[in-house]
T-cell receptor, first 115, second 113 residues
Framework: AQTIHQWPVAEIKAVGSPLSLGCTIKGKSSPNLYWYWQATGGTLQQLFYSITVGQVESVVQLNLSASRPKDDQFILSTEKLLLSHSGFYLC??????????????FGPGTRLTVL | GDSVTQKQGQVTLSEDDFLFINCTYSTTTYPTLFWYVQYPGQGPQLLLKVTTANNKGISRGFEATYDKGTTSFHLQKASVQESDSAVYFCALVPGTGGYKVVFGSGTRLLVSP
C-alpha cells in the first residue's frame, strides 16, 4: 500500500528565517508530485508539480521553491519567510497517466506559523 | 483562464436533510471534475471524479452530475449524517493533459444531530 509522509507536522518560524518542508511517498514508483498551500479556512492553491526526478514546474510565485531530489521525495523551501507564508502545506501524488486528471492522494499536511 | 466557483461558504443542516452544494466552472477545454472532502486537520480526500465520458459520479451516497450545458457540477446527497460535517471542494483539471488543478473556495457543511 502507498503511504505519504510529510515532515515536520508543524513549525513555528520567525519572519526572515529559512524553511524546508519535506514529503515522501512510499510504495509507488514514479508518481506525479504536487505541493499545495492552504490558508486557514481557505482554498487549496497549487504551488508546484513534478513528473520526474529533477524536474519541477512552478504554478504560482509565492517566494517559494521546490525540488525533487529522489523519485519518492519532494522538498519545499525558501530562504526568507514572510508572514503571508503561514498556512497549511499539503503534498499530494497521483498516478503517472493522464496528467493531473488522475485522482490525487494528499498527505497529512504541515501547519506553518510565521511570527 | 480556468476557474471554479462555489458560492456557498457554509451550509447548515440537520441529520436526514437533503444536501445540495453548488459548483460552476469555466474552461475552454473538456475538463475532468472532482469533489474532494476535507476533515479538520487532515488533507483532502477524493469523494467523486467525473469526466466527459461518464458525466456522473456516485460515492458513499453522494452524487454529482457534470452538465456541460450549464457548466455545473453540483454535489447532492439525499440524507446527510453528522459524520458528513466537513469542507467540500470542487476541483477542475483542464482537458489539456497537463498537471494544473484549480480548486473552488470550499463549502463548509455543518450537520447537527
Amino acid at each position: 500500500a502507498q503511504t505519504i509522509h510529510q515532515w515536520p507536522v508543524a513549525e513555528i518560524k520567525a519572519v526572515g528565517s529559512p524553511l524546508s518542508l519535506g514529503c515522501t511517498i512510499k510504495g509507488k514508483s514514479s508518481p506525479n508530485l504536487y505541493w499545495y498551500w492552504q490558508a486557514t479556512g481557505g482554498t487549496l492553491q497549487q504551488l508546484f508539480y513534478s513528473i520526474t526526478v529533477g524536474q519541477v514546474e512552478s504554478v504560482v510565485q509565492l517566494n517559494l521553491s521546490a525540488s525533487r531530489p529522489k523519485d519518492d521525495q519532494f522538498i519545499l523551501s525558501t530562504e526568507k519567510l514572510l508572514l503571508s507564508h503561514s498556512g497549511f502545506y499539503l503534498c499530494a501524488w497521483s498516478l503517472d497517466w493522464g496528467g493531473a486528471g488522475a485522482e490525487q492522494f494528499f498527505g497529512p499536511g504541515t501547519r506553518l506559523t510565521v511570527l | 483562464g480556468d476557474s471554479v466557483t462555489q458560492k456557498q461558504g457554509q451550509v447548515t443542516l440537520s441529520e436526514d436533510d437533503f444536501l445540495f452544494i453548488n459548483c460552476t466552472y469555466s474552461t475552454t477545454t473538456y475538463p475532468t471534475l472532482f469533489w474532494y472532502v476535507q476533515y479538520p486537520g487532515q488533507g483532502p480526500q477524493l469523494l467523486l471524479k467525473v469526466t466527459t465520458a461518464n458525466n456522473k459520479g456516485i460515492s458513499r451516497g453522494f452524487e454529482a452530475t457534470y452538465d456541460k450545458g450549464t457548466t455545473s457540477f453540483h454535489l447532492q446527497k439525499a440524507s446527510v449524517q453528522e459524520s458528513d460535517s466537513a469542507v467540500y471542494f470542487c476541483a477542475l483539471v483542464p482537458g489539456t493533459g497537463g498537471y494544473k488543478v484549480v480548486f473552488g473556495s470550499g463549502t463548509r457543511l455543518l450537520v447537527s444531530p
